[in-house]
């Protein structure tokens, strides 16, 4: 299994890019499964969940295309031959966002079968509401072995409020209501701006969508959707992680290629914690920390609140930080596993509840930690990075599902980090996932 070898202590300097959302690519492969004809995604991040996206439409019979490369970070999409609606255990339970092909496959064949995800590192992670939601279009869902079988002859249009804020539960209901019999209005919704990236696929498809991206959507039903081609966002939560790296090495980091205007959250955070932040423009953001971080409490929010993909690696930081930090988790009931690696380090957390409180500037020192999910993973590079000596990460294949080439990315503006073992390794599957 690969690992990291970080040698903290450098400041972070010069400029590094931000890759293509993976939670904007993974819905919009999904799409492809709503038409026959071809659908190109461009900005695609190379990153291991999108290559396991990538088996999973193979596996139902689709024919993807997913090229590398400088010029490329591309893929192809045909879903003309769809023969077997079915997304096995052995995929789904690698990647929960599996449950992304649920709606699809039931508005475009009538038939899906499904393995329940099943929990993950930092959360049990039910689908309950995509089943609800199908439930009211029309489809009837019977659960067995494992497997969730959705059947519809053709979904329709329904009334649907959200018990709670799911992203892939506002993305997967989206996806059946597109082609739904009638008009379909689904409040209480996800308004990440990855939810605004799918519908703007799947308007670019021939949907009609209103509401994207705010609480309340919007969607009259088509008979078909035809092909189309789509920029997939950059990566607002490795842009957010590449600010704070920025910050806790007391670097002057340029971070490019991102979507500032969905940073908000981040940015005011990292300025109360005493960080220079400067928009350079609507695409690059600059982050600098020359002065003594000082403590600021986060508790995490739906967007546009504060990111729980961000708590993580801003525990990091709080550990860098004047005072107690006290960092709240309200979205998933165990996304602190970074916790007791960190404390391993040197730093002072206690954890009650949902509730950890950092208390800071400690002296972190390099050591053998594990890595446990993907933005667990992301925390303890920015640990490592500040900590004094070299600290060995193991298992980094979590990190390689959502950070396209972190190494070399941090490698470009100073960081000492190389990446041991057999590249290879990296394909292992891990018992669980996010
Ligand atoms: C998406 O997961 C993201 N993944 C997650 O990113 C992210 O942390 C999460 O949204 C929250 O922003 C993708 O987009 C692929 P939820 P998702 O449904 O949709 C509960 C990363 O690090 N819930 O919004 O699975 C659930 O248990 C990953 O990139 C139900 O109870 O999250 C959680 O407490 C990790 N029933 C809360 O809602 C349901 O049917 C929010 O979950 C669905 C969700």
Wanted: include cysteine; charged fraction near 25%; proline fraction near 3%.
């Amino acid at each position: 299994m690969d690992k990291f070898v970080i040698r903290g202590g450098n400041p972070l300097v010069g400029t590094v890019r931000v890759s293509g959302a993976k939670n904007s690519a993974l819905p919009c492969m999904a799409a492809a499964i709503l038409t026959g004809d071809e659908v190109t995604l461009e900005n695609i991040p190379q990153v291991r969940d999108i290559d396991t996206e990538r088996r999973l439409l193979e596996s139902m019979g689709a024919e993807v295309q997913l090229g590398y490369g400088r010029a490329q970070h591309r893929t192809t999409i045909n879903c003309r031959t769809l023969s077997d609606p079915v997304a096995k255990y052995e995929i789904v339970k690698t990647m929960r966002a599996s449950s992304l092909v649920l709606g699809p496959l039931v508005a475009r064949m009538g038939l899906a079968r499904v393995a329940m995800p099943g929990g993950c590192a930092i959360g049990g992670r039910p689908i309950d509401l995509h089943i609800k939601g199908l439930e009211k279009m029309g489809a009837t869902l019977v659960q067995e072995h494992g497997y969730i079988e959705a059947r519809a002859d053709r979904l329709a249009g329904a009334h649907i409020v959200f018990d709670k804020i799911t992203v892939t539960g506002t993305e997967d209901l989206l996806m059946a209501a597109v082609l739904a019999e009638g008009e379909t209005l689904m409040e209480n919704c996800a308004r990440e701006p990855e939810v605004g990236d799918l519908a703007g696929l799947l308007k670019a498809m021939g949907a009609k969508i209103e509401g994207a991206g705010t609480s309340t959507i919007k969607v009259q039903g088509v008979t078909r959707l035809h092909g189309a081609k789509h920029r997939i966002n950059p990566d607002r939560i490795e842009a957010g992680t590449f600010l704070v790296a920025g910050a806790i090495t007391g670097g002057d980091l340029i971070v490019a290629n991102c979507n500032a205007s969905n940073l908000g959250a981040v940015i005011s955070k990292l300025e109360e914690a005493g960080a220079r932040v400067d928009i350079l423009g609507h695409d690059t953001v600059r982050v600098r920390a020359d002065s003594q971080l000082r403590a600021a409490d986060i508790s995490t929010e739906e967007y546009p609140g504060f990111p729980t993909d961000m708590q993580a690696q801003y525990m990091a930081l709080a550990t860098q930080s004047e005072g107690a930090s006290q960092v709240k988790e309200n979205i998933f009931e165990n996304r602190f596993m970074h916790v007791q690696e960190l404390v391993r380090m040197g730093a002072n957390i206690k954890v009650e509840g949902r509730t950890a409180t950092v208390r800071g500037p400690a002296r972190l020192s390099a050591t053998a930690v594990m890595c446990s999910d993907l933005r667990a993973s992301a925390s303890l590079v920015l640990a490592a990075l500040v900590a004094d000596g070299e600290s060995i990460l193991d298992r980094v294949y979590h990190m390689d599902r959502g950070y396209e080439r972190i190494e070399e990315k941090l490698r470009g503006v100073g960081a000492q980090i190389r990446r041991m073992g057999n590249v290879f390794a990296a394909r292992e599957e891990p018992a669980m996932a996010e």
